[in-house]
């Protein structure tokens, strides 16, 4: 197998650097969506935590980087569950956290950044202009700018939860991962291929945010011009070159899936998993729904990444 950026020797040792809290996340069989869904379901539950997101994993790294060698200050452009772990951690560790968002992203995430004592920066357009503004910040500032899914150390922090899932001698047939700029799918599929190799690892991505699924299916970075969807935590149109050429070498599939489906999946994690869960989280469920026939009689373990959600839009969403 080619080498990925991501190297198992740095992931492990990533676990003596992330805070335990956001370690060890639930992993169980949940029996109550095996009926609906034709197959066997489990649950990597990565909302059990102060931030109620994966992404700290890969925070904890680059705050802990940060302050190890003196820096003060550090910006980042989030859809909102990043700038909320970059400010955790950051806070934590005595950095001066930036955080620029599109003033359109999701209100309680931007509420929770204001709340963790970062510096919040809006902009008048989606998440790519977010990242423009940060590099900017970055360059006039002089800081460190943490870039998502480029930067390696978010890429092996999520990665720890591949180490998780093979170390509970996996008994799954497939995972699904929300692919958005692909920190989660590349590391947990770099310690899979790894470890793990005859697991199918399956990106799955909304059809309003297809950018890196055409990448990856292409092998080619394809950008879009704009994006539709309710899964905010993954809408990018720019997929990064290096992230891309990991991901071809890790990911067995990409499939699009349709927001009628994410907002079912999201209803079924509700009324049968007791799990409020961001439209990012429901993508896995929705791959299951859109297609029952591939995943029928297998063992699918499914991602739950983020359960960062605005209640009235949340609630209008699972009664609708």
């Not at 955790?88 to 931007?110: E, I, Q």
Request: proline content about 4%.
């Amino acid at each position: 197998m080619q080498e990925t950026r991501l190297d198992t020797a740095r992931i492990r040792a990533a676990r003596r650097v992330i805070d335990p809290i956001f370690l060890d996340s639930p992993l169980y069989r949940c029996d109550a969506l095996e009926p609906e869904l034709g197959c066997a379901v489990s649950i990597k539950l990565e909302t059990a935590n102060p931030i109620r997101s994966f992404k700290a994993r890969g925070t904890e790294l680059v705050a802990s980087q940060l302050a190890g060698n003196g820096s003060r200050a550090v910006v980042c452009a989030s859809a909102g569950n990043l700038g909320q772990a970059l400010a955790w951690s950051g806070r934590r560790r005595g950095l001066d956290v930036t955080v620029v968002a599109s003033r359109f992203a999701t209100a309680a995430k931007l509420d929770r950044i204001r709340a963790l004592d970062a510096k919040l920066e809006l902009v008048d357009g989606d998440h790519e202009l977010a990242r423009d503004r940060a590099a900017d910040i970055a360059r006039y500032d002089g800081i460190r700018l943490l870039e998502d899914s480029l930067d390696i150390e978010t890429c092996e922090g999520a990665a720890t939860i591949g180490l998780e899932l093979v170390d509970n001698e996996p008994s799954f047939d497939t995972v699904l991962v929300a692919l958005g700029g692909g920190a989660m799918a590349t590391g947990i599929g770099h310690v899979l291929k790894a470890f793990a190799p005859d697991v199918e690892v399956i990106c799955v991505q909304p059809l309003g945010a297809p950018a890196m699924t055409h990448s990856w299916r292409q092998r080619r970075v394809i950008t879009t011009d704009s994006t539709n969807t309710i899964a905010d935590g993954v809408a990018g149109r720019r997929p990064i070159p290096a992230v891309l050429d990991d991901l071809l070498l890790v990911a067995d599939d990409a499939v699009l899936v349709q927001e009628a489906s994410i907002i079912t999946g999201m209803r079924m994690l509700l009324h049968h998993a007791g799990l409020v869960v961001e439209p990012s989280a429901a993508l896995g469920i929705a791959a299951i729904l859109e297609d029952r026939p591939r995943f029928a009689g297998r063992h699918i373990l499914t991602i739950i990444c983020g359960s960062n959600v605005d209640p009235d839009t949340y609630h209008h969403w699972v009664s609708s």
